[in-house]
């Protein structure tokens, strides 16, 4: 099959299975970077966020939630109301609005745009006497943009929609220090939405207006990033890292390394940072993404956003856009505290380590998932459309090849005759039993059987359990594996302790 | 303890035990109308929402996820743009902003001002010469303050962040009909954001400014509404009924009633809405609210909302605010879709019974309920204080009364003294099984052993164990129940399967 009809069988397939619908809302024509999850897409969001959930818990993280809107003082404190800004032209004939700096760099793909100045950027656009693509009337000055959504609340306050959760996560600095208790570094994690108004959503659910952020943040002293004591444990893990000296030297595939290599050659600076970068590729590996798929991409100091001293992105090879971006790890060093604490008057110095009389503002380290983007680059790369035996009717199949604790059903059942109501009341049963023991079955009887494995298949449903005429007399089903199609008998009774496993 | 007392124990526990702070952000004085959630508060959330999600599949829901903003259009077609509108007094000198019907309630309680119209408050305001409480001009008109926030997206579209989930869900009408293969009612929930610019937010968390909604819907048709099959499983059941004859009646207490009573008597006019009652009643007991808390409550035909046409709210009785609604349970009838498909030029007309002729719009049947609110009553109406025997130090206990699968930590771990090693490191290893477990294990050691049992009481965990010297030599160790503050000894190996039962 073709790469590019593969990849319109996946666009189709992610709407007809209910994964994700949009731009939303269809019916009034959709805004350009809104989407919606169907039930296949929420059951998987949900699954991938109690593992998440689970095994944060297990790494000693607490999670908080905090309002989506806040007032205009801490984005001007954060930075973001001077700084998350992207260049625009805007026509003066049409008020067409496009992203200069993209626009740019496909209008002149030999040149490096990125970390041009907009007097530069400006230059180019007057030599070139570029004109708008409209209407042809030529771009004058370079504006700019906030991306960040504004609106009002009450008498007059002006607030805006948070483009990140991580700002809000550290203004409850105080209420986390008192609940650690003195144990640091404080871990916590925040899960909500953020919102940014790009001029030109794009990529489907990759570059969205509104979106999922999963921001984990770790509040630790100086003295702890340089020795963590959870870094020997996981020191010796090799990680896929591409940094950006190797990036200069057009390298795009990453190099397997221990990270106390990583530290010691000079790549990494802090032995906390690196245990970062394994929680971050740990979290990962568990959804079920294999280390073909996985680079950690160092930003180069220009790339860098305005706090970050050292910032990596985890991507992940898809077969629609090539490498994304699901994660990003950031040194902020104590960038946010010191900003709050001057606009909030608040003195945010701690005494960390055993020394009371050594106070200073904690440094923090930041693992940000967005959500969206690992539901996104899971569906594209666990993907399949296999040959199987050719016969006239079926030639192909789609298979979901989601792990088993991912998969929006883990178990459907189907009575091989519907009409038979024996077979039908067996299977009915059968799929209760499951239900009550909280297993997620999914009962089905709309189609011959070849259509509805084909249905699981396609939402990546493990295990097909099918009730027969047999099955009146010995008590057994056929229970079929998705991804090997091998189908093999099991006795009822021993299904919820089979699927437990 | 006096009651007043016990309140303001119970609202500086909630603050400091991490379960709510606000108005956020704290340090820069807060905004009224938002709030944040702890590690406690989240961890109480996240199992309500896994309980709810959990028996919702039992129930044959799928899970929908929309986006917080959507376009002018749908709101006027939801009729929020015209009609989601509080009436105002505002102040021409000092520009005070107040909500006109609950001011004018307080001026006058001995009135009905529910009910009026603009004319009939403004012949109020001027007949008594009402003024502004704070510079004694007199007020004149009244006014409209839509409640809906207003921000743009991209090049000048106009948008509202969303004041309910419900229309979102509606708009993916289509969607859910294919996806639901012809198996009526279609039933769906949607969980987030919603966002109400209240004039004067006030009781903590029950009245906010931004607010998380988890909303039931049911497509239905007319004959499916009358003759529901799920009905026939629960309809003995009794529910504690206050119909708005009762409330005419000055009654304030519920009385249980069998459905089908409700049914017959024509209390109730649906059996798949009595259906929808019994499911909101279910989804409310299952989290450890008794029906000495629960009252379903009936809107008279003036207090409902301009699409409904039957309207109840679930309350449960709180220690500080009296009766409080979680959930609201609604029959919209096809009010939305017809609306939606007028504006959005779709016909939504289906065929739902054995006739594909008989085409008709779906009614809709809403449970919508507020998982703040939830989390709120729960604090409120599971908080004690229990004299215990008096010594001089520890006369009272706090305590936490959540149910086992609602309690932020399941179990506590505690080495008896943190500086004997060997008792540290067992206790150690006991969490760290216990986590590997999944099981929501704490470990402590930060205090004497009394002031740990205190800290999770006040959490609301069930079960603490101790490690002491004894367990080096039998391997037992001591298990605390939270309730009856009983302990007994227990093995170590047999910890896990303890508690997973």
Redesign the interface.
């Known amino acids: 099959m073709k790469i590019e009809d593969k990849i319109e069988t996946f666009n189709s397939l992610i709407k007809r299975r209910?994964f994700i619908?949009g731009p939303?809302?269809?019916?009034?024509g959709g805004?350009?970077?809104?989407?919606?999850?169907?039930?296949a897409?929420?059951?998987l969001?949900?699954n991938i966020l109690?593992i998440f959930?689970?095994e944060l818990?297990?790494f000693g993280f607490?999670?908080?939630?905090?309002?989506?809107?806040?007032?205009e003082?801490?984005w001007k404190a954060s930075g973001h109301l001077d700084r998350f800004i992207d260049p625009i032209l805007k026509c003066s004939k049409c008020?067409t609005?496009l992203r200069a700096d993209k626009f740019l760099q496909e209008a002149f793909p030999d040149r490096m745009i990125d970390g041009m100045s907009y007097e530069e950027m400006e230059q180019l656009v007057k030599a070139n006497k570029i004109t708008c693509p409209k209407c042809d009337t030529p771009f004058g000055k370079i504006g700019e943009y906030n991306l960040m959504?504004?609106?009002?609340?009450?008498?007059g306050?002006t607030?805006y929609?948070r483009p990140e959760t991580a700002t809000?996560t550290y203004?409850?600095?105080?209420?986390?220090n008192q609940?650690a208790?003195?144990?640091y570094p404080i871990r916590?994690f925040q899960y909500g939405?953020a919102?940014r108004?790009e001029?030109s959503p794009r990529q489907q659910i990759l570059r969205m207006?509104?979106f999922d952020q999963f921001e984990l943040q770790f509040f630790i002293s100086k003295e702890q990033e340089m020795e963590f004591e959870d870094y020997e444990d996981i020191k010796d893990t090799l990680l896929p890292l591409l940094d950006w000296q190797m990036q200069d030297n057009n390298l795009s595939e990453p190099k397997m390394t221990p990270l106390d290599k990583a530290i010691s050659n000079g790549t990494l600076k802090k032995p906390a940072f690196a245990y970062c970068m394994y929680l971050g590729y740990y979290l990962t590996k568990i959804l079920g993404f294999t280390d073909d798929m996985i680079r950690l991409r160092q930003h180069s100091p220009h790339e860098r956003a305005h706090y970050a001293d050292d910032a990596w992105d985890l991507e992940i090879k898809t077969n629609q856009f090539g490498w994304v971006e699901i994660c990003g790890i950031h040194d902020r060093t104590d960038y946010d505290l010191k900003c709050?604490g001057k606009?909030?008057k608040?003195n945010f110095e701690i005494a960390m380590g055993s020394d009371p009389k050594n106070k200073e503002i904690p440094q923090i380290l930041e693992i940000a998932f967005g959500p969206d983007r690992i539901i996104y680059t899971l569906l594209d790369t666990l993907f399949e459309v296999e040959e199987i035996k050719p016969t006239k009717k079926d030639d192909q199949r789609i298979v979901l090849k989601l792990g088993l604790e991912l998969a929006p059903n883990t178990v459907a059942v189907f009575p091989l005759k519907k009409n038979e109501e024996r077979i039908r009341s067996l299977a009915k049963n059968i799929h209760k039993k499951l239900?009550?023991n909280?297993i997620?079955s999914f009962y089905d009887e709309?189609g011959a059987i070849g259509k509805l494995y084909r249905r699981q298949d396609e939402l990546g449903t493990p295990f097909c359990i099918t009730v027969d005429f047999q099955s009146l007399e010995d008590d057994t089903v056929t229970i079929r594996y998705r991804d090997s199609m091998n189908q093999e008998r099991i006795n009822i009774p021993e299904i919820s302790n089979f699927l437990k496993k």
């Open positions: 209910g619908w939303s809302p269809e019916i009034y805004l350009a970077g809104f989407y919606s999850y169907g039930p897409g929420m059951a969001k949900n109690s959930r689970r818990r297990y607490g999670e908080v939630e905090c309002p989506t809107i806040m007032p003082i801490v008020a609005l959504l504004k609106t009002q609340v009450g008498a306050n607030v929609l809000t203004l409850l600095f105080n209420r986390l609940d208790r003195r144990q916590v939405k919102y108004n001029i207006r509104a709050h606009f909030a608040e239900i009550e909280r997620n709309k």
